[in-house]
């Protein structure tokens, strides 16, 4: 159960069982009340056509009872019957004559304190007595009700206490277990997975489900931290042990003539270029996966687009002896949203990958279509293909997959085309078979 709705039978309790106890108390009390009985019997005996009153006598007699207190019992006695009862032993409607009553007041009255009036009628035929009694024992009456409302009091705060307890034991209890489990955050250990109790789950323990998700995301960031280390300081070590060689070599003389070290300064150079490109290539990366690109996006005719870019791509095929087609079925009215640059440099990146990882003489096709509210952009190969078991992973930031670790590059590229594709709002689906080939397909949202 949840706090909130514990709390709110815990104050629905608190509420709710004095007032009942309040109300069955008055209603008790009033249903079983000497005084509502006789003076509701007094209301029938005015209705009674076998007893004839004045009007006069009627108001005599109903000052009479006026009097009569609720600890009182009474009766009404007129020529001899008796018509009015609260007293339990004198039934209604039963003859009693003056001696009879006499004795029943003189048998009982240890029990009892009587009080006898005649109230005076007008017509002096008719007699009328009003018997009211008291309980001598009312004192253990009341002490008997004290004892009721204590036990019932004793049972109230009993209840209450409970109630407090249990749920201050629940509170308590999944915050220490929120304690416990942020503090295994806390202490780095991301492989113990955090606690989630189905049985006594709570806003609190809720919680507990918001934990995990970032356990996972810190576990998933300190991953993406150790690649990121060994990728720099993998694909850096390189260029920078090649700098440092030639310059030690320079430094010690070995290279003696003027053509020598020039060409040793041009390896520098390129290494150094190369650098310069791999840090230049980790800030962009840095900038789209943190949003610090400033992404200004535009209304672009996408088959116009697609065009250029399978044209352009097209010569770049030529140049590297791959055979590359394309075949652009997309409307010249139909327009996307889009940032030119990023959209083309994450087309770029897989065009590239497929160069990269082709033959020469292997085949490169680029295909669009669209249906009412998508353009379906896809780039294909026949080359080496992606193993089954890196399809997961090759958008992660400088994973490298089986078939590429003989090449160059920092594994980057389709990280970048991922982030490229999350700002825009697109979806990227990957197709491979080993050595078959790979296709990858880009859905891009139509400008309605």
Known sequence: M???KQLNCFLSAIIGLPVLAIAFICLFRFYTSSERVFKSGYKKLKNDTSITLSRKDQETIQ???RDISKEQQACLVIQNMILISSIPELKEKTWITESELWDFIKYTSQDYYYQIETP?????????FLLSRMNKDREIKERKAFTTFTIFLIIFIAVCTITVFRISHSILSSIRMLVNETQKIAEGKLDESVVITEQKKNEITSISES??????SLKEAQERRNRFIMGISHDL??????IKGYTEAMSDGIYSTKKETQKALNIITNKTSQLESMVDTLINYEKLSSNKWKVTMEEVCISTFLKTFAQTSQSTGTL???????????????????????????????????????????????S???????IYVSISDTGCGIAAEDKEKIFELFFRGTNSRREEGMGIGLSVVKNIAEIHKWTI????????????????PKKM
Do not use: C, H
């Open 2 to 4: 949840t706090i909130r």
């Open 63 to 65: 000052t009479a009872i």
């Open 120 to 128: 005076p009628l007008m017509n002096p035929g008719q007699k009328a």
């Open 211 to 216: 934990l995990e998700k970032m356990r996972l």
């Open 237 to 242: 070590r390189t260029p920078i042990a090649v």
């Open 320 to 366: 590297f002896s791959r055979n590359v087609s394309f075949d652009i079925q997309v409307d010249e009215t139909t327009k996307a949203t889009l940032n030119i640059q990023l959209a083309q440099r994450a087309l770029e990146n897989i065009f590239n990958n497929a160069v990269r990882y082709t033959k020469d003489g292997d085949s490169i096709s680029i």
């Open 368 to 374: 669009a279509i669209e249906d009412g509210t998508n």
């Open 429 to 444: 689906e990957v197709e491979s078979e080993l050595e078959k080939g790979t296709t990858f397909k880009i859905t891009i």
